[in-house]
């Protein structure tokens, strides 16, 4: 489970996420998640002098068996403008708070030209990050606060996002 957060304290209306995910992401996968979960985080990771002991990490394990994929959401119609960055819209819901696309691309200046160009603000030069991305053939999970439905919520802090998705390569989305 890879659970996103921040203590964003600028305009909510300028915060975006991209984080590449290996596998298409079902919206029953998306979910908002509550503050609470971040308080007990933090009092977790607080500094304090404790002693673990680990399993023998040479003991072999069973891996579960993989999940059976679902049915795919219906694909939003892609655009001419979008064919013509390479990028495909896979998928897009609204989560909580939170609007969210699916995204595949074929190159990574498409890819960064067509958040650019959809209000989606991403560092200068990030198609070099983006590119290895790519050319591992993820897809891109894009989340934005949509403020009629934050305000509609009652919510004057942005929650966490989570995202369970199993892959048979471990890997950390967090270079975005």
Avoid at 25 to 30: A, G, N, T, Y
Avoid at 105 to 117: C, D, H, K, P
Wanted: charged letters at 20%.
């Amino acid at each position: 489970v890879m659970t996103m957060a921040n203590d964003y304290r600028g305009d909510p209306q300028e915060f975006a996420l991209v984080v590449p995910v290996p596998t298409f992401l079902e919206r029953d996968q998306i979910h908002v998640g509550e503050r609470a979960l971040l308080d007990h985080l933090d009092a977790y990771s607080a500094p304090r002098l404790v002693e673990y002991f680990d399993e023998n990490p040479c003991r072999p394990r069973a891996l579960p068996a993989p999940m059976a994929v679902a049915g795919r959401a219906q694909q939003a119609p892609a655009s001419a403008a979008d064919k013509s960055l390479g990028v495909t819209v896979e998928a897009r819901y609204t989560v909580g708070e939170y609007d969210i696309v699916i995204l595949s691309a074929e190159e990574s200046t498409g890819l960064e030209t067509w958040l650019t160009q959809n209000g989606y603000r991403i560092p200068t030069g990030a198609a070099r990050v983006l590119g290895s991305y790519i050319k591992q053939g993820v897809r891109f999970f894009v989340a934005k606060v949509n403020l009629k439905e934050q305000t509609r919520l009652g919510f004057s802090y942005l929650r966490p996002l989570q995202v369970p998705f199993e892959s048979p390569k471990f890997m950390l989305p967090i270079r975005l």
